[in-house]
């Protein structure tokens, strides 16, 4: 397997190609963004920032780490770099390089389980993106700064500092689908698969924190401006967590530590076992 940084990018200033010279990114009107030390590079102006530090703190990203690595969602990255790397296999892209970006990357976790089940035949080109600098710094310094293979990106989904139709695909995994740039930087026929909670996920948990449940929205919906639906799988499993620390993982990587009540945190916090519903589904879009 063969990966090659991303290259393909953007200025998030005026939409014009980055070139790297030296440790930075300039484009042809000299706007520069310097690549820090951890390997990642800064592409979120901030014009483009409704806060002075957006997207998920540095703690929460600490605890989707530590929840990740233990496994709880492997499953899941397994389904993913199962459905990427057989569009990677795909001889009509007219190239071997296969370019995939991950909107909303966090510290990069399914990137690396991409990585991971890539065949030795397979050359990728890869990106992460994410709006907390918390998440990017963390991704990037698990990479291998001597061959790094995914170029780390702070970041916004609604201006992606990526050139036109220069990706094979695109991921969103429980994110926030901005499809008017998945559409633009995606090439013909390009695959955007997005990875959502099913109707079940989490439920015990949901049904602890919360008073009641909000019905779920139906599952299926019209395609996209600018794509037609490929296919959508739904699986499920359960997991355990046992003891406090994981669960307070569980709630702290999700928008729920947020939403619930001091009284909900409070009764998840007690729990010492939690048994859960890991319910996803996942949707491929073509570009047309």
């Known amino acids: ?40 590079v800064n592409l979120l102006p901030v014009q483009q920032k409704r806060s002075t530090d957006p997207g998920d703190s540095k703690a929460m990203v600490a605890a989707r780490q530590r929840f990740l690595g233990s496994g709880h969602y492997q499953p899941i990255a397994e389904a993913v770099s ?106 013909p026929n390009g695959v955007l698969l997005q990875v959502e909670a099913g109707p079940d996920h989490l439920r015990e948990l949901r049904e602890i924190i919360y008073p009641s449940l909000k019905e779920e929205r139906a599952s299926e919906r019209a395609a996209p401006e600018g794509f037609a639906h490929l296919r959508s799988e739904s699986f499920s499993y359960q997991i355990t967590l046992e003891g406090k620390a994981p669960i307070a993982d569980l709630l702290a990587m999700t928008p729920h530590l947020y939403r619930a009540s001091v009284e909900g945190r409070a009764r998840a916090e007690a729990l010492d076992v939690l048994t859960l519903t890991v319910d996803v589904r996942m949707v491929q879009w073509q570009r047309v």
């Not at 290259?7 to 820090?36: N, V």
Request: with cysteine; aromatic share 10%.
């Open 1 to 40: 397997m063969n990966t090659v940084p991303f290259q393909a990018l953007a200025c998030p200033l005026d939409g014009e190609p980055l070139h790297l010279t030296g440790s930075a990114w300039r484009c042809a009107a000299g706007h520069s963004f310097d690549i820090a030390k951890q390997g990642y």
């Open 82 to 187: 199962r459905t990427l790397l057989g569009h990677a296999e795909v001889p009509s892209r007219g190239t071997e390089l296969f370019s995939c970006l991950d909107a909303g990357c966090g510290e990069g976790y399914y990137l690396r389980q991409l990585v991971s089940a890539a065949s030795s035949g397979q050359a990728l080109s890869l990106v992460g993106l994410d709006i907390s600098k918390w998440a990017v710094l963390a991704a990037a310094k698990q990479d291998d700064k001597q061959a790094p293979f995914s170029s780390w990106l702070v970041g916004s989904n609604a201006h992606l500092p990526v050139q036109v139709a220069a990706l094979d695909s695109v991921l969103c995994m429980f994110g926030f689908p901005v499809y008017s740039e998945f559409a633009r930087v995606l090439k």
